[in-house]
């Protein structure tokens, strides 16, 4: 199981940026991915949002109305596009995966990729 985080950046407040994150050496489409993400000095957030296998997605209450969560199982592609980004979204963010949705609910999915920096500027 792999997973690459990509599409970090520097955007300034209440700009956007997609994060993607490509799975390879599993089935995506059997899998729940989620997005994670850990700020300098701070432990790792809960998780964000999810795209579970059969197509249904869940969003923290920090990110609804705000992220979106999609995946193309064609491409074995998750995006999370994020809209009126804060100073306070900064931080590295990561994708994960897991078998059992509810693994990833629970922030303790068993696959993670290597994180992407986001860095929100006022």
């Known amino acids: 199981v792999q997973l690459q985080a990509s599409g970090g950046g520097s955007v300034q407040v209440g700009g956007s940026l997609r994060l993607s994150c490509e799975a390879s050496?599993?089935?995506?489409?059997?899998?729940?991915i989620g997005w994670f993400r850990q700020a300098p000095g701070k432990e790792r957030d809960g998780v964000l949002c999810?795209?579970?296998?059969?197509?249904?997605?869940y969003y923290a209450d920090s990110v609804k109305g705000r992220f979106t969560i999609s995946r193309d199982n064609a491409k074995k592609t998750v995006y999370m596009q994020m809209n009126s980004l804060k100073p306070e979204d900064s931080a590295v963010y990561y994708c994960?995966?897991?078998?059992?949705?509810?693994?990833?609910?629970?922030?303790?999915?068993?696959?993670w990729g290597q994180g992407t920096l986001v860095t929100v500027s006022s």
């Open positions: 999810i795209s579970y296998e059969d197509g249904t997605t």
């Open positions: 050496g599993f089935p995506l489409d059997s899998y729940a």
């Open positions: 994960a995966a897991d078998y059992y949705g509810n693994y990833v609910l629970r922030g303790i999915p068993r696959h």
